[in-house]
């Protein structure tokens, strides 16, 4: 029995997965991609995987093109329309109003009337009554009417031109409806501001720039890349903000810890934006998959693709994930593998223990990149201050300087004690952490401060902490370099503190 229509009397969950208001507006990338590979313009094809890309968030399509007509506003209606609005007149003359018609695709009650035979005049009077009112109104209101009808045709109809320009070969991204001036050219200021949002996220540290190179030749080149390094280091921020800055061109994808083949292939086509449904095999998702890239020309990014070697060693076992990235690479498809460390121990452990042996993959990587194993004292600042950019210098060396006494959190330790800090501020009803909201975190809930703040007690020190901050050769002699400041709270007022650089081994 159907759940759809289900007559029994009982209450069936399944009878609402059908409905349309579940399904999202989500483009499917495999039809995309046949649509996007029938255009010529490089551009209109970016704008369109821009459009792609985007209904695969939060929001869809929808959430995009109420972006579109918040950010540009001035352009929503005609021409005439917004000449004549801008002109800030009371009242338009009868040609602009003409135009303004014409231009907005309105139809008069006359040229309906025009059309029609006698025999279906009374029923298109009837049908059309409630739009075309046979009053008198001014030119001004006239006016009025066609910029209301102009913004509820955006508001209901800008999403589903998105649509059908990534999939209606009719339909073209360089075509502006006629509710909408010069759509293309907005789009791709949206998509401008997008790049330059996902570039300005992180700040420029040694790995940041390492990272970012090696991933602009991969995506130049079309190549093979590897990198790797440790936990907290940053590989994974910086690889998304990448991978954002190239607004849908560049897919991002986790490679799943578990070891079947299905978790695989989904984490990939629900990047892409294909298979997208819970009756898909394994098999069959994978078959999309390996469509949608060949017809689309995307590029993939593998983080944590230390998991791609599994964890089932067997004499005859083959490294099913690892052949088939060789395989879809040579098909043409580009893929940046980002990885922990253990990546290379898994590979020579693989090697060593079954009968597979590497030089085909090693011989298809171009480049291997080890980023350093932590940050500088200088790039932990910039850390701090790209996450609380409206901090002081306190709070960026408190941070930095908790950085570089967890050596296992590292940079990421920078993330997890300002969102203690803000929900300390939260909670007290302010938008912002302050230096005092970041050092009771790290004291209480991190356990940073506790043993500092235990040591300053007993071994009281009379000296200030701006005496840490001086250079060592302007130090006296008899002050001892080991003491501790009296204050807890002037504990981070300078990062070259004989208490960080102890921190810090």
């Not at 200088?378 to 960026?396: F, S, V």
């Amino acid at each position: 029995m159907s759940t759809r229509r289900a007559s029994d009397g009982e209450f069936h969950q399944e009878r609402f997965c059908s409905s349309p208001e579940l399904e999202g507006d989500a483009i499917n990338a495999l039809l995309a991609a046949k649509r996007i590979a029938l255009i010529d313009d490089r551009e209109s094809r970016e704008i369109l995987w821009f459009i792609q890309w985007r209904s695969l968030t939060a929001g869809g399509v929808k959430q995009l093109a109420d972006e579109i007509l918040s950010a540009f506003p001035e352009r929503v209606g005609t021409v005439s329309l917004q000449k004549f609005f801008k002109s800030k007149r009371n009242e338009p003359t009868a040609a602009e109003l003409s135009a303004m018609a014409r231009e907005g695709e309105y139809v008069s009650p006359a040229a309906i009337a025009a059309m029609l035979t006698p025999d279906e005049e009374f029923w298109a009077e009837r049908k059309t009554s409630a739009v075309w009112e046979e009053v008198e109104v001014s030119p001004r209101e006239q006016a009025d009417n066609y910029l209301g009808d102009a913004r509820s045709a955006a508001g209901t109809k800008l999403a589903q031109h998105l649509r059908n320009c990534c999939l209606d070969p009719s339909s073209h991204i360089t075509r502006s409806p006629w509710y909408f001036i010069d759509l293309c050219s907005a789009i791709k200021e949206m998509r401008s501001n997008c790049i330059a949002t996902a570039k300005a996220r992180l700040a420029d540290t040694l790995v940041s720039r390492q990272i970012n190179n090696a991933l602009d030749f991969w995506s130049a080149r079309r190549r093979m890349v590897l990198i790797e390094g440790v936990a907290g280091i940053g590989r994974t921020e910086t690889l998304r903000a990448w991978c954002d800055a190239q607004a849908g061109l560049v897919r991002y994808v986790e490679v799943p810890s578990s070891a079947d083949d299905r978790s695989f292939y989904v984490s990939i086509a629900r990047e892409l934006g294909v298979a997208r449904g819970m009756s898909f095999s394994g098999q069959q998702i994978k078959l999309r998959v390996e469509e949608t890239l060949r017809a689309s020309g995307l590029m993939l990014a593998l983080d944590e693709s230390q998991y791609l070697w599994g964890n089932a060693l067997r004499p005859r076992k083959t490294p099913d994930r690892i052949l088939w990235i060789k395989t879809t690479f040579d098909a043409g498809t580009p893929i940046a593998l980002v990885a922990h460390t253990d990546f290379t121990k898994w590979q020579e452990h693989f090697v060593q223990r079954t009968l597979w042996t590497d030089e085909q993959f090693e011989r298809r990587i171009n480049r291997r990149l080890l980023v350093p194993a932590a940050h500088s004292v200088e790039d932990l600042l910039k850390i701090a201050q790209a996450h609380l950019p409206t901090g002081d210098q306190r709070c960026w060396k408190l941070l930095a300087a908790y950085a570089l006494a967890a050596p296992k959190k590292r940079a990421s330790g920078i993330v997890e004690a300002l969102e203690s800090a803000r929900y300390r501020a939260q909670q007290q009803g302010r938008l912002e952490a302050s230096f005092r909201d970041i050092e009771a975190a790290l004291r209480e809930e991190h356990a940073f401060l506790q043993p500092v703040v235990a040591a300053a007690e007993q071994q009281p020190c009379k000296r200030t902490a701006e005496s840490f901050q001086r250079p060592r050769a302007q130090r006296s002699a008899s002050a001892p370099v080991n003491r501790l400041p009296k204050s807890k709270t002037r504990f981070a007022d300078g990062i070259n503190s004989p208490v960080l650089a102890g921190s810090a081994d």
